[in-house]
C-alpha cells in the first residue's frame, strides 16, 4: 500500500524541521520503506498508524525513531579512494611539517555513520604520522545516536568489513570478536564520539586541521548548504583541510574556500 500524499507531506516537513533534509516528491517508496520496520517496533499496525500517532501525540523518541530512519547511512572503508590516500601522502606530511612535535593533529569525522569513515582515518594515521594512535585525535559525530554507540563500540559483521577493508588493516588493526570484527584498543581510543545535528548550532570542538564532510551536503537545500559551510569553517584551523563528497563543492555555494587540486581528486581551504 503506497503512502498517501498527507503523510509523506507530513513526514518531509518534520525530517526537514529536525535536521534540514530535504524528501522531494517521488521519495514515497523510499518513507515507506524506511519507517516500516520502525511501525513494526512501536506496535504500529503499518505506516499510516505511525504516522497518525505522531501527529496526534508527538513525542521525542518516536520523532527521533522517524528521523534517524529516512537518515541515509550508506558507508565503506576507504570510501572512493582518493580522498583518504591524499590524507595519508599529502595532508599527513604537510600538518607534521607545520606542527610543532608535541601538538595534537585534530580531523572530524563530521558524518561518521557506523565508524567505517573515522576508523579509516585512523589506521591510516597509525601508518603515516609517527606515534599515530597517541598524536592524532578524531572527533565522529552523527545526527543518529545509533550510528553514534556503533561508531563508538567499533564492532562490524564480517559482510561490513568486507566492503573495502584491506586484508593488512583487518589483521593489523581488529581481532575476532564471536562473529564481529572489533577495532584494537588503540585505533579506538583515537576516536571521541558525540551526536551532532550539522544544521543546528555547534559547539565549539575544535579547531580542526582536517574535516571530512562526505556525501552530506547533497542532502540539503542551498542555504542550509551554506549554513553549514561557514559553521564548519569557523570551527577549523585557517589552514585546514576540508574533504567534500565528489558530487559536492563549495564552489557557487560559500566563497569563504579555496579548492585545492590534490592528485585526482581535491579539497577545500579556507580562506583568510
Given at each position: 500500500m503506497s503512502l498517501a500524499a498527507a503523510?509523506?507531506?507530513y513526514v518531509a516537513d518534520l525530517v526537514r524541521r529536525e535536521s534540514a533534509i530535504v524528501l522531494s516528491p517521488g521519495k514515497e517508496y523510499l518513507v515507506e520503506a524506511r519507517l516500516l520496520p520502525v511501525a513494526r517496533r512501536s506496535g504500529d499496525a503499518g505506516v499510516a498508524q505511525?504516522?497518525?500517532?505522531?501527529?496526534r501525540r508527538p513525542d521525542k523518541a518516536t520523532t527521533q525513531?522517524?528521523?534517524?530512519?529516512?537518515t541515509t547511512n550508506e558507508t565503506s572503508w576507504y570510501r572512493d579512494g582518493d580522498p583518504f590516500s591524499q590524507l595519508g601522502t599529502s595532508v599527513f606530511p604537510q600538518l607534521l611539517a607545520q606542527r610543532s612535535p608535541g601538538e595534537k593533529i585534530r580531523v572530524w569525522s563530521a558524518a561518521c555513520s557506523s565508524g567505517q569513515e573515522p576508523y579509516t582515518i585512523g589506521m591510516i594515521a597509525s601508518e603515516v604520522v609517527p606515534a599515530g594512535t597517541s598524536r592524532v585525535a578524531i572527533t565522529a559525530t552523527d545526527l543518529s545516536q545509533e550510528m553514534v554507540d556503533r561508531t563508538k563500540a567499533g564492532r562490524f559483521s564480517q559482510l561490513e568489513v568486507n566492503r573495502?577493508?584491506?586484508?593488512?588493516?583487518l589483521v593489523r588493526h581488529f581481532t575476532r570478536a564471536?562473529?564481529?570484527?572489533?577495532?584494537s584498543p588503540a585505533l579506538r581510543s583515537m576516536v571521541t564520539t558525540s551526536t551532532l545535528n550539522l544544521a543546528q548550532p555547534y559547539p565549539r570542538m575544535g579547531p580542526f586541521d582536517v574535516v571530512f564532510l562526505r556525501n552530506v551536503l547533497i542532502y540539503f537545500d542551498v542555504p542550509t548548504k551554506q549554513d553549514i559551510l561557514r559553521k564548519v569553517r569557523a570551527q577549523m584551523r585557517p589552514d585546514?583541510?576540508?574533504?567534500?563528497?565528489?558530487?559536492?563543492?563549495?564552489?557557487?555555494?560559500?566563497?569563504g574556500w579555496e579548492r585545492?587540486?590534490?592528485?585526482?581528486?581535491s579539497a577545500y581551504r579556507p580562506i583568510a
Open positions: 503523510d509523506f507531506s505511525l504516522v497518525e500517532r505522531s501527529r525513531s522517524i528521523v534517524e530512519a529516512l573495502g577493508l584491506p586484508a593488512p588493516m564471536g562473529t564481529e570484527w572489533e577495532v585546514g583541510w576540508l574533504f567534500l563528497g565528489a558530487a559536492e563543492t563549495t564552489l557557487g555555494v560559500d566563497p585545492v587540486a590534490l592528485g585526482r581528486t
